[in-house]
């Protein structure tokens, strides 16, 4: 599951909830993004502080697995790169990609969209609010995305940063160890 995770919040926990219990996968492994491809506003926390957020919030999952290769890397983090690097390293392994299904009818603008769907079946997160126009997806992009369902979680980051901000609380909003991570470390506070 990538994501900026600038910070992590309970919507993304409880995606990856539910992609592993509907999937019956083995592990969900969070691939936090270097720099995103399709984000151009600047990524608040610096990529270790979203690693360490990251850690704080999976470290009490029995399946929960932290990823850092685009982290390592350090360069515009393009999904297909990244699968071909994590292939290359574990050719035994089947990967899944988890997004949010908001993210579904924007996959035909991602880098080498076409080799990347040989190489992962994408997992669609679907709050109940999402509407997806599978007929304009192209088929062969639309066959290789499984769905899962999730209780809507209207939480963002970015309403999390805009709450840190203006000083309130973001207890219930993230992992309490997210949580007590950000408050040591004043993170967006200004
Ligand atoms: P993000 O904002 O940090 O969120 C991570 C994922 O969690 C997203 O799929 C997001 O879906 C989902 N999510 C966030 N809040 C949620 C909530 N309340 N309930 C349910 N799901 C929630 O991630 P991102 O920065 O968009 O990046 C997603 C991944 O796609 C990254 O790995 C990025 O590198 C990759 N990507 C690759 C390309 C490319 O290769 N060209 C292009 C674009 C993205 P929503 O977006 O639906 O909120």
């Known amino acids: 599951m990538g994501g900026t995770f600038d910070p992590p919040h309970l919507g993304h926990l409880i995606a990856a909830q539910s992609a592993w219990e509907q999937m019956e996968l083995d ?16 990524v608040v926390a610096t990529a270790n502080q979203r690693l360490q957020m990251v850690k ?19 360069e515009t983090s393009y999904t297909i790169k990244t699968m071909e690097q994590l292939q290359a390293q574990y050719p035994a392994y089947e990967f899944y990609f988890i997004i949010g299904a908001d993210m579904i009818m924007y996959l035909p603008q991602w880098f080498e969209i076409e080799k990347l769907i040989n190489m992962v079946t994408f997992v669609g997160v679907k709050r109940s609010s999402t509407v997806i126009d599978w007929d304009a997806l192209p088929p062969e992009i639309a066959k290789k995305v499984t769905m899962v369902s999730m209780p809507s979680i209207d939480i963002s980051s970015t309403a999390i940063r805009e709450r840190l ?4 609380s973001i207890q219930y909003y993230v992992h309490a160890g997210v949580n007590e991570y950000v408050k040591g470390n004043h993170i967006y506070e200004s």
């Open 27 to 42: 592990e969900v492994w969070f691939l936090p993004t270097y720099h995103p491809p399709h984000k151009n506003h600047q």
């Open 56 to 74: 704080c919030c999976t470290v009490d999952h029995p399946a929960f697995r932290v990823c850092d290769v685009e982290l390592k890397t350090r």
């Open 165 to 168: 901000k203006r000083g309130q």
